[in-house]
């Protein structure tokens, strides 16, 4: 994929860059080390008093940011405007609360006393240089996800994020220029796909962060396992969003729609198989489907608009795919399964809703990277349960229920890093996010999210 800014909705390339030179990468990986050499000796109050200049700065910058976000990969500029506020405010949290979660720890003195130690404390010091590979879906947010919280710990970083968003990208870069980081601190790597693999051997690398598909997911871990180097690995999703019988139905309904078609269906987090009790499958599914045909599809850009465009045309062609050999293999279309007439420049796909998914269909196992809902009719908890673990995927789930025990059976037995009960799955800077199974591994946001590229140090000091 060229390094180019394509806009969805008209198909047109609005601007296109050079990638990096051999020369241009060494500098940016020596520029870092040098960084890193003294940034990590500075105080949590400097880190802080940087990372607020940029928040600032990109509260800003709002507007501006939200239409390249908008113009590069498609998501209604509401949206765009809505991830960029979230980003100043996990920028904040992470300024506010990094130095106590990574505050020394001291055991209990009885617990080490035959130890032989006068005082023990656990210290968690930055790694290095931390490489961050990034996707598009949520071109601001997945990057100051990694950033503020590695940057508050004492890292440095390098970003290689997505061809299709280098406007974005070297936003980013020019951010943390202009609040004053020392040069090094935060750089963008303009390069393709195949040049990340030398830059995560290089040993002045210390450790990666990857935010993708499987297969780059699996790319990343082998090389880095290989070098011995850390990785956290945030990968697909399939998120089950099950319905019970006590269920409120409104707010279910209201809640599935946005939660499956929310940045166009382009989400990891998304709710992409909705699991229906059979007591109230069919007013679910009607209602459902009434919302979903209801959505207002077309130009990002323009306010009230609900669904834009898929962000490339290989990734309408592959959600196509999918719907088609749903159908060819006797799935249901309750609304949508095509192009909008009328939308034939961009990259478009109606919101869709499929009923009757048997497990002989790909659809059933693979990721909907799109506004397509698959629905399954369950007839107790145990099936419902079983429904939702039948994935390779872990990421998030979604429950619906006004019972207690259904919530306990639910918490004790989905495979997912997160479960949300009556509600929807939704990344907050102070909550863990991440997943099991074939979604990844290791966690970002909270304290386990600044934890997870430091240097775990136990620090013991006998007496005099």
Known sequence: MPIATVNPATGETVRTFEPMGAEAVERCLDDAVRAFAAYRTTGFAERAELL??????????????????????????????????????????????????LADEVPDAADVRDSGAASVRTRYRPLGVVLAVMPWNFPLWQVVRFAAPALMAGNTGLLKHASNVPQTALYLDGLFERAGYPRGCFQTLLIGSGDVEAVLRDPRVAAATLTGSEPAGRAVAAAAGDEVKKTVLELGGSDPFVVM?????????????????????????????????????????????????????????????????????????????????????????????????????????????????????????????????????????????????????????????????????????????????????????????????RSGYGRELSGHGIREFCNVTTVWQAAD
């Not at 009230?304 to 959600?319: C, F, H, I, K």
């Not at 949508?336 to 009328?342: M, V």
Request: charged fraction near 25%.
């Open 245 to 437: 019988p006590s269920a409120d139905l409104e707010r279910a309904v209201k809640t599935a729609v946005t939660a499956r078609v929310q940045n166009n269906g382009q989400s990891c987090i998304a709710a992409k198989r909705f699991i229906v009790h059979a007591d109230v499958y069919d007013e679910f599914a009607e209602r459902f489907r009434t919302a979903m045909a209801a959505l207002s599809v077309g130009d990002p850009m323009l306010e009230g608009t609900e669904v834009g465009p898929l962000a490339t045309e290989r990734g309408r062609a592959d959600l196509e795919e999918l719907v088609d050999d749903a159908v060819a293999a006797g799935a249901e279309v309750l609304c949508g399964g095509r192009r909008p007439p009328g939308l034939e420049r961009g990259w478009y796909y109606e919101p869709t809703v499929l009923a009757g998914i048997t497990p002989g269909m790909r659809i059933d196992q693979e990721e909907t990277f799109g506004p397509v809902a698959t629905l399954y009719r369950v007839a107790d908890l145990d099936e419902a349960v079983e429904r939702a673990n039948h994935t390779p995927f872990g990421l998030s789930s979604n429950v619906w229920t006004r019972s207690e025990e259904d919530v306990d059976r639910f918490v004790r037995d989905l495979e997912a890093g997160g479960i949300y009960v009556n509600g929807m799955t939704a990344s907050h800077p102070a909550l863990p996010f991440g997943g099991v199974k």
């Open 52 to 101: 607020l200049r940029a928040a600032d700065l990109l509260e800003a910058d709002n507007e501006d940011i939200a239409r390249t976000m908008t113009e590069e990969m498609g998501k209604p500029l509401a949206a765009a405007r809505a991830e960029a506020a979230k980003c100043v405010k996990a920028m904040r949290w992470y300024a506010a609360n990094a130095e106590s979660l």
